[in-house]
């Protein structure tokens, strides 16, 4: 048995595709430490691992959807964490770490304690194979050029003072590690033939959840399913619910409308008959239901929606999203919608055409077969085993 640590930042979207990988390490034999703050307690046990928490400075502003371009928050999160759990980590003396790449401090808890790393990617490699991520990460710098200065800045002090090399944040967030694991096939991963044998694409890591709670499930039995969800984080867009009502209300659509925790449903106006609205869903179930999925573009929604054979209408609000929003149109795996040009009747005949179109249903099932045969969790948990000391 050996001894691994997980550190990972407290945003769903980059925590959720981990739990399986550390479900079957702990099945066989493995003793998992998850760095992570205190509201993930629950998913983490459930994983079967030891949460070892810390506090965030960014996981309120998370919560309320108003944290900003997130890279350029990490140096500052990056200190807090480290100071908190450096010691009780070097304590452990773990035999490998797994880190996010959005996980600044993972990186650096890495090369302060000397223990060999694995990055763990929940979304596409953002590098120079695509120009389409190149221009993404210069209009993202460009946006927020002081935010990204005063990052640089408290990046080059963090590792001054753990006596590292100097390192930008790009560098770091892109950096290869002996082994990266991706949760994407090979086939979305843009410039996915360049990589070498240190990238390996396990696709989509999904494990039954086996827990719908209350869900009505029974109301999606006699019609189309449409699913509706813009993810856990940036969902406040009480508009665009509105806009779902009248695209889709009255309509042969059974339709199930995520709105987050952050949006008052009341306010929203009359629900259609034909509407489930929740704060959140048991996405998998409904997924498996599904005829067409409008996404907010998030990684872990789009293959989870792949894997199940749906096409999708992508929005995408934040981060790599609009890079997602790219590749779909590429492929050929659904529409994408610019969020500013979204209204009652785009929405409409985006739905329909996706519906409408076998040609996006064809596509989605080729790559359904490679994210079937990318391996997800149980590959993801292999190259781990062989890669750490004593395998």
Request: charged share 20%.
């Amino acid at each position: 048995m050996a001894r691994g640590v997980f550190c990972n930042v407290p945003f769903h979207g980059h925590t959720n595709a981990t739990f399986p990988v550390v479900r079957e390490l702990v099945d066989r034999g493995e003793e998992i430490i998850y760095l992570l703050t205190e509201s993930f307690r629950g998913p983490v046990e459930r994983a079967g691992a030891r949460l070892l928490p810390y506090v965030s400075t960014v996981e309120a502003d998370l919560k309320a959807g108003t944290v900003g371009f997130l890279p350029a928050r990490m140096p500052v999160e990056g200190r807090a964490v480290l100071e908190q759990v450096v010691e009780a980590v070097r304590a452990l003396r773990p035999d490998y770490l797994v880190y996010d790449p959005l996980c600044i401090w993972g990186f650096f808890l890495a090369r302060i304690l000397g223990v060999p790393a694995i990055s763990f990617r929940p979304t596409m490699v953002v590098g120079p194979h695509s120009p389409a991520a190149a221009a993404f990460l210069q209009n993202a710098s460009a946006r927020a050029p002081e935010a990204f200065a005063r990052a640089g800045q408290a990046l080059a002090a963090l590792a001054q003072e753990y006596g590292l090399p100097p390192v930008d944040l790009w560098t770091a967030m892109r950096h290869t590690e002996p082994l990266n694991l991706v949760c994407v096939p090979r086939g979305f991963q843009a410039g996915g033939d360049t990589f070498d044998e240190r990238y390996v694409f396990v696709g989509p890591s999904i494990r039954a959840r086996g827990d719908t709670g209350d869900f009505p499930l029974a109301h999606l039995e006699g019609g189309p399913v449409l699913y509706i969800s813009l993810g856990t984080v940036f969902n406040n867009w009480p508009d665009f619910y509105r806009m779902c009502f009248a695209a889709f209300g009255g309509t042969s659509w059974r339709v199930v409308l995520a709105t987050g925790h952050a949006v008052n449903v009341a306010e929203l106006g009359e629900v259609p008959a034909n509407f489930v609205v929740r704060p959140s869903v048991p996405q998998l179930e409904v997924l498996e239901r599904t005829s067409v999925f409008v996404t907010h573009g998030g990684a872990n929604s789009l293959m989870e929606s792949f894997a199940y054979g749906v096409p999708v209408v992508v929005i995408p609000q934040m981060a790599e999203q609009p890079l997602n929003a790219v590749r779909v149109d590429e492929l050929g795996l659904g529409v994408a919608l610019q969020k500013e040009a979204v209204t009652v009747e785009v929405l409409r005949q985006a739905v329909a055409r996706v519906a409408a179109e076998p040609g996006y249903r064809e596509k989605v099932a080729g790559l359904r077969q490679e994210v079937l045969d990318s391996g997800g969790y149980l590959r993801a948990a292999e190259a781990i085993l062989a890669f750490r000391p004593g395998a």
